[in-house]
């Protein structure tokens, strides 16, 4: 249970009604908040050995208070085990049930987990079912559980010249994997996991169907997150699993290799169309994401600069307020600045800070938690504005108006419901920290954002 922080949804109500009850920009709390539901979580990504200069447990246990601060609920550690020495990747594991000696022991890992549970945030582990690294003991030990090619020889997937494929025909290796999972949740008490490359035609859906269900069983809450798009007709398999969550893989591939810094509202809703559609066409809810460890290193490397130019900020409100649980890669919060070498844990520079980032999300963060409307599977409206180049859309009573052209507009929309409004997310104040001021909104109301701006309303209920 989390220990009830000083801000409660009650008293940053509170706080927003101050605001009300004094016109002009007033100062507001936006943290340690807590979601009004399940529905309404944050996870947050985070490499050990990148996260602090130190790269251990202890040292990032020591940053949990900031991240129980910032209003994160999950915890996703990138892969925790002993790596093969050919890449150094932490894709290539060497011992499933083991720790990179770099991090710590796991007596460190379990202090972790227990004082993250302490503040209430739950803990995944990364797990890595499809292969291991070459230099595994397995490869010697067990030969048999590997998947072999037409001259006998062990295959590396997709030509991953540093793993080998794991068989799952060899009821021996089914079995040790299971138990390892086994091994998390009872000596851990690890909370879920966020599954590495589920599409892999190699592991059947029975596997997946059969060793989720067993970890449900427990009646622990455990919670799987599923590295792939399900809603891709490839991956419509999947679908059957069981899995809790999957990645909104398609809906970022089109943000970041179609939309990018597009003007063209139009476009954008498009895109975003084509996302509620096929997410109503499975069984389970959505992870959103602007960028993670894949987007921000591989493929020669991008920071959200690189990807999304200026659309940057209104798309990570976008993230926050339009469909889906976000994902926070770890520097995110403070602008992504640089891209992060996972193989040689390189380190976060936390000194380098986009102050505009830095608030816009820890508001979005507030928002997502107090506002029941926002939940992950909530429905989306959009709304009808008088410029090609402003996308405004409302969930219940959180109205969003994004402006992705070059100037400054003033701008009508149409179908907003007539009342008062707090306005949470100002464009033009929030780089010098969150504020809350009130308005009164109908659809003859103007409404003024900056360039690539974005304004975010809470009617008053």
């Known amino acids: 249970m989390r220990k009830i922080r000083l801000y409660t949804l009650l008293s940053l109500g509170a706080v927003l009604l101050l605001a009300a009850c004094n016109p ?4 507001f709390l936006v943290d340690n908040t807590v979601p009004v539901g399940r529905e309404n979580r944050i996870i947050y990504q985070l490499n050990i050995g990148a996260f602090t200069s130190e790269g251990t447990f202890k040292a990032a246990q020591e940053q949990l208070g900031r991240l129980d601060t910032l209003g994160i609920d999950i915890l996703w550690l990138m892969p925790i085990y002993p790596r093969g020495e050919t890449m150094h990747s932490p894709y290539a594991s060497m011992n499933f049930r083991s720790v990179n000696p770099a991090y710590g022991t796991i007596a460190d890992l379990k202090d972790f987990i227990a004082a993250a549970h302490d503040k209430g945030m739950k803990v995944w582990l990364d797990w890595v079912p499809n292969h291991v690294a070459v230099e595994n003991p397995w490869v010697k030990e067990h030969p048999e559980y590997f998947t072999k090619d ?27 994997m299971d138990n390892t999972l086994n091994f998390w949740v009872e000596q851990c008490h690890v909370d879920g996991f966020r599954c590495d490359y589920v599409s892999s035609p190699t592991i059947p859906v029975k596997y997946w169907q059969n060793i989720i269900a067993e970890l449900k069983s427990k009646g622990l809450g455990i919670e799987m997150l599923s590295e792939t ?22 809906l970022q591939g089109a943000l970041a290799w179609k939309f990018k810094d597009s003007e063209k509202a139009d476009t954008l809703k498009t895109i975003l169309d084509t996302f509620l559609n096929a997410s109503k066409a499975i069984k389970n809810r959505r992870m959103v994401y602007l960028t993670n460890h894949d987007q921000n290193y591989n493929d020669g490397g991008h920071t959200l600069k690189d990807f999304y130019g200026d659309n940057r900020y209104l798309l990570t409100v ?28 390189a380190k976060v520079q936390w000194n380098k800070v986009d102050h505009k980032m830095q608030n816009t999300i820890r508001t979005l963060i507030a928002l997502h938690h107090t506002q029941p409307s926002l939940a992950a599977d909530a429905p989306v409206e959009f709304l009808v504005t008088d410029n090609p180049q402003v996308l405004a859309y409302h969930r219940g009573n959180v109205v969003v108006v994004l402006n992705l052209g070059k100037s400054d507009v003033n701008v009508k929309v149409n179908g907003i419901e007539a009342g008062t ?14 504020s809350a001021t009130e308005h009164t909104l109908d659809t003859a109301s103007e409404i003024a954002i900056s360039a690539k701006g974005y304004a975010v309303y809470v009617k008053q209920l």
Request: glycine content about 10%.
């Open 150 to 176: 037409a001259k006998g020889q062990m295959v590396h997937p997709h030509g991953w010249g540093d793993v080998y494929e794991l068989n799952y025909q060899n009821e021996g290796l089914v079995n040790e």
């Open 318 to 345: 976008l993230e926050f307020t339009f469909y889906g649980m976000p994902l926070l890669y770890q520097g995110q919060e403070i602008g992504d600045p640089d891209t992060l070498n996972y193989f040689t844990d």
């Open 229 to 250: 798009d399900i809603s891709n007709k490839e991956n419509i398999r999947i679908d059957s699993c069981g899995f809790d969550y999957d990645y909104a893989w398609d």
């Open 421 to 434: 409004y707090t306005q949470w997310l100002n464009d033009k104040t929030i780089e010098q920290g969150p």
């Open 24 to 27: 002009g920009k007033e100062a």
